[in-house]
Each structure stands twice: as structure tokens, then as C-alpha cells.
């Protein structure tokens, strides 16, 4: 058992410049507790861990342990007295093993100099029995999944005594099923005696194993909340104000097929065929959602519709009209709106004005453009317009992109996208790391786009959004399409789908472990109860228990989600 | 004026930064997590300097309402303009020091420096001083010159000497804004010369008709050998920087070959240099024949402006700018990225050839295989100097004409050695590379100037490192 302690933040305050991140914030962290720190992205709350692991020093305030005042002036300082850090993003070395990786920054010797890991080894394997981590430590860190790499972040933390352990957005790279693992190792953890600062905007988690939640918006502590508090009162505690979390969507009136995919096979550089075969077709009207988890095909699916792959055969069909081998220019002209699933990457530039971001694809064209002379005034006026219409928070819309949050740019890509006539609108994350409120506002958008009679393809890998905005459900694995079934599917049957069983054997299957399946496992309740409250905003989607063969394809997801 | 539509580097972080121990929550949605250090090493070359993190809408004092004009000052004064006219500053002072150290009245006074050491010091500012004032002189202002004409002679013939300076500076600083490092605008002046002094020396045209095609050549010769350079990059991703050194090589000794050839070589002479290109082949002189100051600075001018007008106010400026910028988004948004890079070359090697024109036509009136001098070089520290802007490269391409035809004078004058305005030069660009360093030694960081105002905005704090 190790020793407990108790750690108390006391009106920390961090100032950049005039920017004040943190306001007066006070957290008691309970010996023994998982405390969870709820926010939106922006309210602070990195900032304030980065504070109490002692890489910011706070403008005011203090930090005690177990009631002494303490000064960190670096991470070593924290992890001395007992605090450990796993970051969103993995500090890992991806060519050294395990045990190197955990031994890094505190590397024992043999006589010689040599590296003497056989202390560390010992030790990775302890922790891993007594947690059940399944590590092995002379594993190349890049060929593990990134739920396990995850796993040698916690142990480089329990290894050098952390007593707390802070957790940084941890599920915001995990599938599902890793989502459920971890939450148990953190429940593990917690019964051995380690606290845990838990940070997170996703509410079906927090709910699911926080002892504690602390609210914290803008920089201020706005509360304290119950775990048995409602989605919604978290939701609208978190966001400031009423968050209507159901879409009041009517049911789709599809109208005539106009968009046919037949046949798509998309050829990576590697010679696999990452999209294979793939069929299917979306009336107007109507939106089909692509589900599956990242890294299963989606990408180049979207991609080679819009024209980015060279290596594309079959046949995509819009009108009647072939897309396949155009440019991108040309299937944007040709009515086709795109979000992209990155927006930093590919949807914006950061260092250009929003107004020049929100005519990105359409700079060559009247207005903004008479030959090849543009006119900043209409850009400009053009702007404002997008920025009301679209809510986008920014005080003028000839500061640079960069600078608006993530959901205001998405706001941007979105207006860009929906503010000219299309034919199809593809939106890929649609969501992904954007804010409570602004994600109401975004599936309004994609709703009124169907509405108007345009054919809609969202891809997604939140299963709540895909639950929450489809008329028809795809579902993707390993680059083939498993099957598509009607809205109102059950997110048990989908999972398994996504896992890679086909609509019928993952019908029969849920149907059978349905009553089986042991309610007791945190996560089902949860998922339960996140079912019958309404679809959660921001949220991991549970899987059934039983699709386990996800995890293998799960490694794609590493880089890819930023946020 | 043409400056307001560039990118402004704000303090936000980069979208596509990677993630830190620092701020690992501080994707593009967190302007809170964000930090000073990080802020400090995103500097790139050409001036995607980022000043402070606080954002920019708290830094200039005023609110970001105002659409246009803000974005000049708010530059000059958040640290990209100031930081580079502190470098300038920064290089003349330690020029300064270095002129003193050669100079023979501080070597004598510092030998009794205890003694007396205002003697010492006073050599010192004199050496100094007297060093510059004999480069303003020689550059800008001469009042002992013969009358109002040979008194403003040096200012005429720094502007001779920066021209080719601009016209080749804007050639790199508009590949650099697409994200191309050309290197070649050596290459690209020696092609654009050979081109146009072979139609200047080599065809008998009437008057207006000769010069206009000789302009065209050489334009054309510069156009090429840059495209060139875009083909191979877009077609084949050979890279820009290693193509176009490879390029200036291949420039020189064609140059050479043809110098010794009967289709270029003088009738008579052995040295390898070129007839003399006919007068309708040359640029009219401005002021007369009493200065070199020729019809090319005015082209100089016009292309200033093109370029400015270009970036900033046309779809092609937008493409090559989102190109630079991001060329991901770029080609999502339907641009094409090897037409751009293509495009952009060429117009950039046409640039260097409006210098090479500029040589052959208007400076030296000959072909030499020294036609380019160094100017393709130096081109691209006018280029960085000037922060890849139009209007900066002008007044960059102006500063380093008047070291170079201030150099001369200030060695007849006080026997400072010319290369030390190489070395002036050459501090410049270091301190542009290192803009942490300015700040720091200015006093200007970013970090201090945070614990500055967090300090004046609250009272008793109890700051962290104090607890």
C-alpha cells in the first residue's frame, strides 16, 4: 500500500500577460480519489495541471501537500514529491523498448557505464501483474497499440512512486473498448491507494468513475457536481447555459438517389488496398453516416471522392456524372462541399484571415475575384456575413484563423463548405474537439443542409454523433464495408459491426449476449444510463463487451486525433 | 499599403505544431494553454516571427475591430519590424567596435588607457563615427561634392547598385512566401545577361523596339531557368534548393563557355568579354549622363509594386501564399500546388532577370562572366532582411546599395577596410536569424515583459517561485 496523500491547490491564479487562464482556482484532491477536473476545451484546466506538475510557475497561489506548502520549479520537483503526469500525447520514444522508455531520465548503470535496465524490468513487471497491464517490457514501444502505450506511460509514472497520477485527456486517442480498459485500471489504481486527477470534457466518463467533479469554465472554478448529477446538469454547467444534448431532427424524406458509389478500391503507396470494393449510394435528403473506428478506410474514402487519390478505381457517380480522375477543383466545382476530418491540416490556414479562410476554395470566383484582381472589401464583407450566420466568436474576421478556438474554426470550414449551392456535402468529424455548445449548433447546420434537399455523408468515429444525425448507418472495417443498416440500430450491434461482424451476426450475437451480459461492468450502466438520458454530447461510445478484435486496428488512431 | 492582406503572424500556436510537455492541451482550441518559450522557437526564416503569446487582439492595445490599417503597426511594433531595424542597429554598433579595434589612433591611445582613458575613449568614438560618417557620405550625401549634382552623386549611385539588389531580392522573396527556397537567383541573373546581351550587342534593331526586346530576353532567360527549377520540383520533387544551386553552377560555366565562343567573345580581345551592347540597347540614364542611375531603378520601382500588387490583391498571390502557408489545405481547397510551384519559380527567375537586364543593359553595358557579381547571393539576405515583403526587400535592397557604394568611400576616406561592411552584413543576417537574441539583448522578451506586466497588475501576489 503506498502511503496516501492529499493535495490542495489554493487560489491558483496563471496570468499570460493579460490573458488570465487560471482565475483563483481551488481543488482539494482527497487521498484515494479520482478527482475529475470538467471542462470545455480552453477553460483551463491543462494549464492548472501544468501548474501543479511544475512546468508553469502560478502568478498567485499555492500548492500544499498534505497541508505544507510546495514549490515546483520543474516536473522533476513534482514527480519527487510524488505526482505523475500522463499527457495527451504520449512522451514516448517509439524505436526504444519498454523498459528503456521507463528507465529514460533515470537510468541506472552497471560498473562501465553500461545500462543496467534489469532493476526496471523487475520493477514494469511488478506493477504490471499487480494491475493487470499485460506489458511486456522488452516490447518495441511503436509496434504496441496505443491503449498499451498508454499502459507505459502510467507505469513510467507509478515506477517513480506517483501517488497522484494526473491524466490528461486519456481517452481522447483510445477506441472504445481501450476507453473501458482504462477506466478499470483507473478504478485499480485507485483502490491501491493512488489519486487520480482525472481531466476531461467527456461527460459519460466522468460520470462513469469520478468520485469528485470540479467544474471549471473560463479559467474559474464554477462548481462542484455530483457523478450522479444528469448529463445535461453537467453539460449546462460546464457550457454556462442550457444545452438542449437531443437533435430535434425530423425524419428523413429522401427523394431521389443522386450520389452512387460502385466499386471503390483505393490503393495505398504500401500496395494495400485501404479502401476495398466499397458500394453505396445516399438519396437527397437524406444522411448517411460512415462508422467505424479510425483508421479503418474513412480517410481515403472521403478523399479519393474529393479527387486527392491518384490511385482510385471504380466509379463515383454524382448526377450521373463521373467524379473518379478529376481534380479536386473540379468536383468542388462540380457542387461537392467537403469538410475535412483534420481542420488544422487541411481545412484552414492558420496564419490567413478568417475571411480569406472562408472563400479558400472559392477565391477565384465573382465576387472575390474578377480575372485574377480580388477584392478584399467583398472578401471582408463576405466575412461578416459567414461570421454571423455562422456564430463564429471572433472580433473581427481579419484575424488570423489560428487564433479562433476549435469550434469556432470548425464553425469557419463549415460556413465555407455550406455557403454555396452543393450537390453532396461531405463532412468528416464533423465535431471532433469542438465544444459543447458548438456542436448543437454544427449538427443544426448538417440537419438544415439535409433538410435542403442535399445528399449528406458524415463520417464519423464518436457513435453517439453517428446515432444522433443518421438516417442510414455505413459501417467500416479494414477498408470493407460491413453493411449498412437503418437508423435506430442499436450501439451494441454497431459496435460489434465496427469490430468487423456483419449486420446479421452482430444482431444475432447482441441478441444473445444482451441478457447475459453482466450489468455490473461500469461501462454497460453507463452506457445504459447514457442511452435512456439521451446521447451524451461529447462522448466515447461504449462498445458491447464482446468486440474485442477491434483492438488490432486501433494503432491507426495514434497521430491522427489532435486534439 | 500593400502590406495588409499577408498572413499576420499571430501569437496563437500553430495549428499544425507538434505537442509539447509544455502544453499538451493546448491544441488550436486552447488559447489558454498556451506558452512564451514555445511561442520563441517557432521563428522561421523570412519572418514568421511570433512576438508574445498573449493574443493579438491583447497586444495592440486596441480592439482588432478595425480591419485594415492596425495590421502595419501592430507589426511594427509586436516585434517583427522592431527586431529586425535592432538588428541593423545592432550589426552598425558592433561594426563600430570592430573599426575601432583596426584603428590605429585607439591601438596607441589604448597602450595608456589607465592613464588617460577618456583618450582611449574618445578614439574610439572618433574611429567609429568618422568610419560611418565617410559611408554616409559615400552613399547618401557628400556636402564637399561639385555643386547640388555632385553632392547627391553617392545617393544616385547606391540606387544604381540596388537596383539589381531589389529586383533579384523580390524574386526570392516571392518563391519564399509560395515555400520555396530559391537559391538560384545567381543562376537566374547570368542566363537573364547572356540572353539579353547577345540581342543588345548582336542585332541591329531601331531605338525602343532593341531595348524592349532585350528587356524581353532577359526576362525570359531568368523566367526559364527559374521555371525549370519549378518543373523538376513539382514534376519530379527534386529539391528547390539543391536544383537550384546545381543551376547557378551550370549558369556560370555556360557563361564562361560562351565567352570564349566567336558568337559572344569581343572581335580582338583574349579576355572573355562581350561586345558593347549597342546604345538603343540600353537603358536611358535618369539624371543624365553624370550618373549611372539608369532606366532599371524606375523597373525596380514598377515590379515593387507588381509584386506587392500580386501577393496581396490577386488570386495567383493567394494560391502561392496558401501554398506556402499550408499546402495541405491548400490542395484540399482544389488549388493546384504544381502549377503554383511552377508559376512561382518561373515569375521568380523573370525577377532575377529584370537584374540581370539590369547589369547588362544599364550598370556594366557588357557581358562578363562577373555580370552577377554576388548580387543573386545577396539577394536572398535582402530578401530575409526584408521579411519576404515586397516594400521590405525595396527599402532592404536600398540599405545594402548604400554599404556597398559607402564601402568604397569610407576606405579612401578613413582606411577602414571595405570588408567591413561584409561584415556589418553578415551580422545583420545573423541577428535576423536569432530574433530570441535581439529581444534578450534589447530587454524585450517576451517572458520578461510578461513578468512585467503580471507584476504592475497585482499587488502582494504570491508568486509561485516565492511560496
Same mark, same amino acid.
Given at each position: 500500500m503506498v502511503r496516501v496523500l492529499k493535495l490542495e491547490l489554493k487560489g491558483i491564479t496563471k496570468r499570460f500577460g493579460s490573458l488570465v487562464a487560471n482565475d483563483h482556482i481551488d481543488v482539494v484532491v482527497e487521498p484515494g480519489q479520482i478527482h475529475c477536473l470538467l471542462g470545455e476545451n480552453g477553460a483551463g484546466k491543462s494549464t492548472l495541471m501544468n501548474v501543479l506538475y511544475g512546468l508553469y510557475e502560478p502568478t498567485e497561489g499555492q500548492i500544499l501537500i498534505d497541508d505544507k506548502p510546495v514549490t515546483f520549479r520543474g516536473p522533476g520537483d513534482a514527480m519527487a514529491a510524488g505526482i505523475g503526469m500522463v499527457h495527451q500525447h504520449f512522451m514516448l520514444v517509439p524505436v526504444f523498448t519498454v523498459a528503456e522508455n521507463v528507465a529514460l531520465g533515470a537510468e541506472a548503470t552497471k560498473a562501465g557505464g553500461f545500462l543496467n535496465l534489469d532493476d526496471t524490468r523487475r520493477k514494469?513487471?511488478?506493477?504490471?501483474?499487480?494491475?493487470?497491464?499485460?506489458?511486456?517490457?522488452?516490447?518495441?514501444v511503436e509496434d504496441l497499440p496505443v491503449g498499451v502505450q498508454q499502459r507505459v506511460e502510467i507505469i513510467k509514472a507509478l515506477v517513480r512512486d506517483a501517488k497522484v497520477l494526473i491524466l490528461d485527456e486519456p481517452t481522447a486517442v483510445l477506441t472504445p473498448q481501450d476507453t473501458d480498459e482504462l477506466l478499470d485500471i483507473m478504478r485499480q489504481l485507485k483502490s491501491h491507494g493512488t489519486s487520480i486527477v482525472f481531466i476531461s470534457h467527456k461527460l459519460r466518463e466522468v460520470k462513469a468513475v469520478s468520485d469528485t467533479i470540479t467544474v471549471i469554465r473560463r479559467g474559474k472554478v464554477v462548481g462542484s457536481a455530483d457523478p450522479g448529477a444528469s448529463t445535461t446538469e453537467l453539460a449546462s454547467l460546464m457550457v454556462g447555459r442550457a444545452v438542449n444534448l437531443t437533435l430535434d431532427k425530423a425524419p428523413a424524406k429522401p427523394q431521389e438517389t443522386t450520389f452512387q458509389v460502385k466499386d471503390l478500391t483505393v490503393i495505398a503507396p504500401s500496395g494495400q488496398h485501404v479502401v476495398d470494393g466499397i458500394s453505396f449510394d445516399i438519396a437527397r435528403g437524406e444522411i448517411l453516416a460512415v462508422a467505424g473506428v479510425q483508421g479503418n478506410g474513412q480517410t481515403e474514402l472521403t478523399e479519393a471522392i474529393l479527387g486527392l487519390h491518384e490511385?482510385?478505381?471504380?466509379?463515383?457517380?454524382?448526377?450521373?456524372?463521373?467524379?473518379?480522375?478529376?481534380?479536386?477543383?473540379?468536383?468542388?466545382?462540380?457542387?461537392?462541399?467537403?469538410?475535412?476530418?483534420?481542420?488544422?491540416?487541411?481545412?484552414?490556414?492558420?496564419?490567413?484571415?478568417?475571411?480569406e479562410n472562408l472563400i479558400l476554395d472559392r477565391y477565384d470566383k465573382a465576387p472575390f475575384a474578377k480575372g485574377i484582381s480580388m477584392s478584399p472589401a467583398t472578401v471582408l464583407e463576405n466575412a461578416k456575413t459567414r461570421i454571423e450566420e455562422f456564430d463564429v466568436r471572433t472580433p473581427s474576421g481579419s484575424l488570423a484563423a489560428g487564433t479562433l478556438s476549435g469550434g469556432n474554426q470548425q464553425k469557419v470550414v463549415m460556413a465555407r463548405e455550406l455557403s454555396r449551392p452543393l450537390r453532396l456535402f461531405i463532412a468528416s468529424q464533423p465535431t471532433r474537439g469542438v465544444d459543447v455548445g458548438s456542436i448543437e449548433f454544427l449538427h443544426k447546420r448538417i440537419v438544415a443542409e439535409r433538410d435542403h434537399g442535399t445528399p449528406v455523408m458524415i463520417v464519423s468515429t464518436e457513435l453517439d454523433e453517428?446515432?444522433?444525425?443518421?438516417?442510414?448507418?455505413?459501417?467500416?472495417?479494414? *477498408?470493407?464495408?460491413? *453493411?449498412?443498416?437503418?437508423?435506430?440500430?442499436?450501439?451494441?450491434?454497431? *459496435?460489434?459491426?465496427?469490430? *468487423?461482424?456483419?449486420p446479421e451476426e452482430a444482431l444475432a450475437d447482441a441478441a444473445r449476449k444482451q441478457p447475459a451480459t453482466d450489468p455490473g461492468g461500469a461501462a454497460a450502466a453507463d452506457a445504459a444510463a447514457g442511452a435512456a438520458a439521451g446521447p451524451a454530447p461529447t462522448k466515447e461510445s461504449n462498445q458491447a463487451p464482446a468486440a474485442h478484435p477491434v483492438q488490432e486496428s486501433s494503432s491507426g488512431a495514434v497521430g491522427d486525433d489532435h486534439e | 499599403m500593400s502590406e495588409?492582406? /499577408?498572413?499576420?503572424?499571430?501569437?496563437?500556436?500553430?495549428?499544425?505544431?507538434?505537442?509539447?510537455?509544455?502544453?499538451?492541451?493546448?491544441?488550436? /482550441?486552447?488559447?489558454?494553454?498556451?506558452?512564451?518559450?514555445?511561442?520563441? $522557437?517557432?521563428?522561421?526564416?523570412?519572418?514568421?516571427?511570433r512576438p508574445s503569446a498573449v493574443p493579438v487582439s491583447a497586444q495592440s492595445g486596441k480592439i482588432p475591430g478595425a480591419e485594415e490599417p492596425d495590421s502595419v503597426l501592430r507589426k511594427i511594433f509586436t516585434g517583427n519590424g522592431i527586431v529586425t531595424i535592432l538588428a541593423v542597429l545592432l550589426a552598425l554598433f558592433l561594426g563600430g567596435l570592430l573599426i575601432a579595434a583596426t584603428d590605429k589612433v585607439v591601438a596607441a591611445t589604448s597602450s595608456y588607457f589607465f592613464a588617460r582613458p577618456t583618450d582611449f575613449l574618445a578614439a574610439v568614438w572618433s574611429a567609429a563615427t568618422g568610419s560611418y560618417v565617410a559611408l554616409f557620405q559615400g552613399s547618401v550625401f557628400n556636402p564637399r561634392g561639385n555643386g547640388v549634382a555632385g553632392q547627391f552623386a553617392p545617393l544616385m549611385e547606391t540606387l544604381t547598385i540596388a537596383t539589381p539588389l531589389i529586383t533579384a531580392g523580390l524574386g526570392v522573396a516571392l518563391a519564399f512566401r509560395a515555400g520555396l527556397f530559391n537559391i538560384g537567383a545567381q543562376g537566374q541573373i547570368i542566363m537573364a545577361g547572356i540572353l539579353a546581351a547577345w540581342v543588345g550587342f548582336a542585332l541591329d534593331l531601331p531605338v525602343g523596339l532593341h531595348l524592349l526586346l532585350v528587356l524581353i530576353a532577359g526576362i525570359v532567360g531568368g523566367a526559364v531557368w527559374g521555371g525549370l527549377v519549378g518543373v523538376l520540383k513539382a514534376r519530379t520533387g527534386a529539391h528547390e534548393v539543391i536544383?537550384?544551386?546545381?543551376?547557378?553552377?551550370?549558369?556560370?560555366?555556360?557563361?564562361?563557355y560562351l565567352l570564349d565562343t566567336d558568337l559572344f567573345q569581343r572581335p580582338g580581345e583574349t579576355t572573355p568579354i562581350s561586345p558593347i551592347l549597342d546604345p538603343s540597347a540600353l537603358y536611358p540614364q535618369i539624371f543624365g549622363s553624370q550618373y549611372r542611375l539608369h532606366l532599371g531603378f524606375l523597373l525596380a520601382i514598377a515590379a515593387t509594386v507588381f509584386v506587392s500588387w500580386l501577393l496581396n490583391r490577386s488570386t495567383i498571390g493567394f494560391e502561392f501564399r496558401a501554398v506556402g502557408a499550408n499546402p495541405k489545405a491548400a490542395l484540399t481547397a482544389g488549388i493546384n500546388v504544381p502549377r503554383a510551384t511552377i508559376l512561382v519559380m518561373t515569375l521568380a527567375g523573370g525577377l532575377a532577370g529584370l537584374a540581370g537586364v539590369a547589369q547588362v543593359a544599364g550598370t556594366e553595358k557588357v557581358? $562578363?562572366?562577373?555580370?552577377?557579381?554576388?548580387?543573386?547571393?545577396?539577394?536572398?539576405?535582402?530578401?530575409?532582411?526584408?521579411?519576404?515583403?515586397?516594400?521590405?526587400?525595396?527599402?532592404?535592397?536600398?540599405?545594402?546599395?548604400?554599404?556597398?557604394?559607402?564601402?568604397? /568611400?569610407?576606405?579612401?576616406?578613413?582606411?577602414?577596410?571595405?570588408?567591413?561592411?561584409?561584415?556589418?552584413?553578415?551580422?545583420?543576417v545573423l541577428f535576423i536569424a536569432a530574433p530570441p537574441l535581439v529581444r534578450a539583448i534589447f530587454g524585450m522578451n517576451p517572458r520578461k515583459k510578461k513578468a512585467a506586466t503580471a507584476g504592475k497588475t497585482q499587488k502582494a501576489a504570491t508568486t509561485g517561485g516565492a511560496a
Open positions: 514494469i513487471k511488478e506493477i504490471s501483474d499487480r494491475y493487470g497491464f499485460d506489458v511486456d517490457p522488452d516490447a518495441m490511385r482510385a478505381q471504380g466509379s463515383i457517380l454524382l448526377d450521373g456524372e463521373e467524379l473518379l480522375g478529376r481534380s479536386v477543383k473540379d468536383v468542388l466545382n462540380a457542387g461537392v462541399g467537403f469538410v475535412p476530418e483534420d481542420r488544422s491540416v487541411d481545412g484552414l490556414i492558420g496564419t490567413f484571415s478568417i475571411a453517428v446515432i444522433e444525425l443518421a438516417d442510414r448507418i455505413a459501417v467500416l472495417y479494414k *477498408g470493407k464495408l460491413v *453493411g449498412i443498416v437503418p437508423a435506430g440500430t442499436g450501439r451494441d450491434v454497431l *459496435g460489434l459491426m465496427m469490430a *468487423g461482424l456483419s | 495588409n492582406n /499577408q498572413p499576420r503572424h499571430s501569437a496563437e500556436p500553430d495549428p499544425e505544431r507538434i505537442p509539447t510537455t509544455q502544453s499538451p492541451d493546448a491544441g488550436p /482550441q486552447d488559447p489558454l494553454g498556451d506558452d512564451a518559450e514555445f511561442v520563441t $522557437t517557432l521563428d522561421t526564416a523570412g519572418g514568421a516571427m536544383v537550384t544551386i546545381m543551376f547557378n553552377y551550370i549558369a556560370l560555366y555556360f557563361l564562361r557581358l $562578363t562572366d562577373g555580370v552577377a557579381a554576388t548580387y543573386g547571393f545577396d539577394a536572398i539576405t535582402v530578401a530575409l532582411l526584408g521579411r519576404s515583403t515586397p516594400w521590405g526587400t525595396f527599402a532592404a535592397g536600398i540599405l545594402f546599395g548604400a554599404f556597398r557604394a559607402g564601402a568604397v /568611400q569610407m576606405q579612401i576616406q578613413t582606411g577602414t577596410p571595405i570588408d567591413i561592411v561584409l561584415v556589418v552584413q553578415s551580422l545583420i
